[in-house]
């Protein structure tokens, strides 16, 4: 013994006991391959878990598994707490006073408007001049307002802008309580506050989140596709003349994916539609836009 002392200590005899230990319930080798302790949860009833919480913020850990229960899934309320954690979301008393911009934006439709800017060169006797077109959408309906075309959108001319739209001649304003906006320059505090005298809030969106101004956005990506990137423009009225244009079409004659693929403002609105008759084709901008519909009366 005397000799074993003076070569180990007794924490390395002590080590050598422990993973003899060890060895002995070590049930590693009849393991199942890939199998790793508890089983994990199914992504299905994960998906489904994630999907009652962003739909319903101020649900609990045991409400959500009492409605998983109702469509035949089983889990335990610290299943949901840990699958929760997983995917950094918070306990329904954190989670319910937390809205974010995308469920905001839902939310509110009706009394939603957004605006932006969007720019096209023009020829003119001083060369290629950017032209800033501004516009409004309506979120709920997609009703689209064309509020002013200038070369120099500076403060005074936006206060301008702001004036006559909140003057009360614009119908696209009425019952609406927000407008959103992203956090462009061009939109200055003068602006802001022509709006809020009426009673409608400027919100500036989180900086690089496009995604939440989709709707003016779509209305950029169609309008430049269908009508400005395949036409030149000779001076100021003509890049009017083919706005103006354009947002008439599409008001009472495109189709509309996002609101179940009808026209939002249709002229000729017959329900149900005809299926016999001669087809007519109206044009706009030199066919650039087109519309089909059966003859009235034929």
């Known amino acids: 013994m005397e000799q074993v002392a003076s070569i180990v200590t007794p924490d390395t005899i002590l080590g050598w006991h422990r993973k ?21 949860t199914d992504q299905t009833v994960v998906d489904q878990i994630l999907t009652r919480v962003r739909e319903n ?10 409605a998983l229960s109702e469509i035949g899934h089983t889990v335990s309320h610290q299943t949901v707490k840990n699958i929760l954690k997983e995917h950094g979301m918070d306990p329904a008393p954190d989670r319910k006073n937390k809205t974010s911009w995308a469920d905001f934006i839902k939310s509110h439709t009706d ?28 979120v709920q309906t997609r009703k689209v307002y064309l509020a002013g075309i ?45 709006f809020r005298s009426v009673g409608i809030e400027p919100l500036a969106l989180p900086p690089r989140s496009p995604n939440l ?16 990137d395949r036409m030149i423009f000779f001076g100021e009225a003509s890049l009017r003349h083919a706005v103006t244009e354009y947002i ?11 609101i179940g693929n009808v026209i939002p403002f249709p002229v000729h609105a017959s329900d149900p539609k005809p ?13 650039l836009s087109r519309f089909y519909r059966r003859k009235e009366g034929a």
């Not at 003119?124 to 409004?136: C, D, E």
């Not at 299926?275 to 044009?283: A, H, N, S, T, W």
């Open 150 to 194: 200038t070369t120099n959108p500076a403060d005074e001319w936006m206060r301008e802008v702001a004036r006559n739209l909140t003057s009360g001649g614009c119908d696209i304003f009425n019952n609406c309580k927000y407008l959103i906006r992203d956090r462009d320059a061009k939109f200055t505090v003068g602006f802001d506050m022509i």
């Open 248 to 258: 008439a079409h599409h008001q009472t004659e495109r189709t509309h994916q996002g």
């Open 57 to 66: 913020p101020t649900w609990g850990y045991r409400r959500i598994v009492g």
């Open 111 to 138: 009394c939603l408007l957004a605006t932006d800017f969007f720019t096209t060169e023009v020829w003119t006797a001083f060369g290629l001049v950017t032209h800033y077109v501004l516009f409004f959408i309506h």
């Open 213 to 228: 101004n989709a709707f003016a956005e779509r209305f950029v990506r169609s309008i430049k596709e269908e009508c400005l």
């Open 275 to 287: 299926r016999d008759g001669p087809v007519i084709c109206k044009e706009r901008l030199g066919g």
């Open 20 to 40: 003899l230990c060890a060895a002995k319930f070590d049930s590693s080798k009849s393991r199942k391959p890939g199998v790793v302790g508890r089983p994990s």
